[in-house]
């Protein structure tokens, strides 16, 4: 997968990022895997400095770990440390969701609306991992967004980003397509009300769900000590 980016674009290094994100998420580049800058410069055609660069930030953004003498790898967690990430981030969505119910604009409100009117038609046609994964990132990422707080913002980035890591391969089976987008408009009528308590308590009530979902789709793997 090469880019078609050139010389020095000051931009490149977030071109090469997004990218390399891109193969992380669809497991192009798997947990675990040594993220190598010579190896992936060779094979996305560029310098080493912006892929060097986009390292960084998958490490700034906690997809990647940087490991003594070994260099950076993907993030690999075990499954109760997946179970952490869930159980911190049902909270912060709870309360994304309450900062938001009282000042989300009718613009946010009508992305939000598409986002979830796509996923409702998309359930007649097979499921795409991939792409109905990057829906349900959009859906958060709005909500995050809304919230106008950027600690917060920041926080559930990671966290996302961390979640959807473990959590996209659930979008493959109708039965959780079909329960998530249930979940989503519920959280969305919620924020439409202007009601705090009822869109915070659907956020929890539907990260909590996502994570028995997992569970029980990867259960052998959720019940290892070590994935």
């Known amino acids: 997968m090469a880019i078609k980016l050139t010389g020095e674009d000051p931009l490149l ?22 993220l190598s800058v010579p190896k992936l410069a060779g094979q996305l055609n560029v310098s080493r400095s912006p892929v060097r660069e ?10 990647a770990v940087h490991v003594p003498y070994a260099g950076a790898r993907v993030q690999k967690l075990d499954a109760e440390a997946v179970r952490q990430v869930f159980s911190v981030r049902e909270v912060l969505d709870g309360l994304a969701a309450r900062h938001a119910a009282l000042i989300i604009t009718r613009e946010r409100l009508g992305e939000l609306d598409v986002v979830v009117s796509e996923q409702r ?21 709005l909500i995050r967004d809304s919230a106008n707080n950027e600690p917060l913002r920041a926080s559930l980035a990671r966290l996302e980003a961390l979640a959807h890591l473990y959590s996209s391969d659930m979008w493959n089976l109708d039965d959780n397509r079909r329960v998530a987008v ?43 000590p070590r994935n």
């Open 54 to 63: 986009a390292v960084q930030q998958l490490i700034n953004e906690g997809l």
């Open 182 to 224: 249930e979940e989503h408009e519920r959280i969305l009528a919620a924020l439409r009300a202007g009601d705090q308590t009822a869109a915070g308590d659907a956020a929890e009530a539907h990260v909590r769900a996502v994570l028995v979902r997992m569970s029980r789709d990867t259960l052998e793997w959720m019940h290892s």
């Open 13 to 34: 290094g977030d071109h090469i990022y997004q990218q390399l994100r891109e193969m992380i998420f669809t497991r192009e580049i798997h947990p675990g895997q040594a």
């Open 121 to 141: 038609e998309l359930l007649v046609m097979p499921p795409e991992g991939h792409r109905d994964s990057q829906l349900d990132l959009r859906f958060h990422s």
